[in-house]
DNA sequence: GTGGTCTAGACCACT
DNA sequence: GTGGTCTAGACCACA
């Protein structure tokens, strides 16, 4: 089962949260063609937000074709094809990688030792 | 002497672009302890914003013990960033690691790819 | 409900009045973790001060992590204040009442009258 | 010799920190009658503060009649009996614990556990 | 309705 | 001249 995670530090307002982690999951064939969401409420429960976020979430992807809502069954991922570029994958991974350095210079942790850490588990695990 | 410049467009406030730009500078050696930071009326003036607006961004740093201000002084980078245990530093920096991987899975962006992203940055500008 | 005063004549600025009065309504158990606290509309008026001073104030409990501010929901007591280790709080605390009897020492007030000055306000306040 | 503190974290003014530490010195009898106190030159490059910091203190205890100056040979304790009332003493008791319980309040240490780390450390040192 | 950002400008305190 | 505080008010974004 796909699995969302809100970051409720990075000041990323949480709808925006939403639809780039179903954009994204798509995009990394987490999530397929098809495929049933969460309803919106078990969503919101799940995620502790309200109910209107995950509905502004569902209705800006419904616009985009990317999901489709079926009334009284649920939403489905659509069949449109989601474009997530590689610019768009960039600018994500440079997002993350800044407010990340952020954090971790509050601590005085420099890049480096990050990076060092991260290398250190990657060995471990693959 | 350290450069500071504002993009109008990005969305982000200008306060935290202030921030990130002296956490930034203190991160590549470009700020060093003690160093005195332009007054808050100065930059004002440069960057063409508020007197309140410089006044925030400083503070905040303040607050994280970042920066050092005396009234009729001035500001000053910080000399004690560093008054953490190593010990405890390893700890911190795991945890950011971990929940910074977690984060990033989500948007199925692979450690390996964190580590070049972040190699990259390290790269261009020290 | 947790009540707000401010001391006009102090010297003190409204702002930081506020800070402590939060710190002191959680370390006395006043205010609890999740805990909502009133609007930054409704304390401004409350007080008679301007929206933005309130604002400053719990921006600064917030970037200390003592609170947490959710856009369009409002502003709790944090939950995570107690994520140190045991050891590192116990060095802490000798730190700090190093600090603090070093202090008292010029002014040539005995470390026991600083505990008598203690349990005064504990009892008072509990 | 006399020793100065200033602590530049607790906000209160440096030349007013200088006041009180002359006048409590004499009141506690660390600084007696006739007495010379440092240069203000002396002084201002010990507490690395500016001159005039320092000047202003010893003017303002030179007009209270507390310190004498003798045009080139130096600042005196003067003959005048120094009024640090019991009021007053209680009041900087106060103060002081106050910002002690604000410091410790931010790494939620409560101001039983200062009580009980100063106790244990006054059985070891009395 | 909630918090967030920014401006313009006044007035204060410290060095 | 340095930072600090506060006000009044506009406008934005999120839930």
Do not use: H
């Amino acid at each position: 089962m796909f699995e969302f995670r809100l970051d409720t530090r990075s000041g990323v307002p949480f709808y925006r949260q939403i639809i780039d982690q179903i954009r994204f999951g798509i995009a990394t064939g987490q999530l397929r063609m098809g495929e049933q969401l969460p309803t919106v409420r078990s969503l919101a429960v799940q995620l502790k937000v309200n109910l209107n976020t995950v509905i502004k979430a569902y209705k800006e992807l419904e616009i985009q074709k990317i999901l489709e809502t079926q009334q009284g069954t649920g939403t489905f991922i659509g069949s449109e094809t989601v474009n997530v570029s590689a610019k768009e994958r960039r600018n994500k991974t440079k997002s993350i990688c800044e407010e990340f350095v952020n954090v971790a210079a509050v601590y005085g942790i420099t890049p480096k030792q990050l990076i060092e850490e991260l290398q250190k588990n990657e060995g471990g695990n693959l």
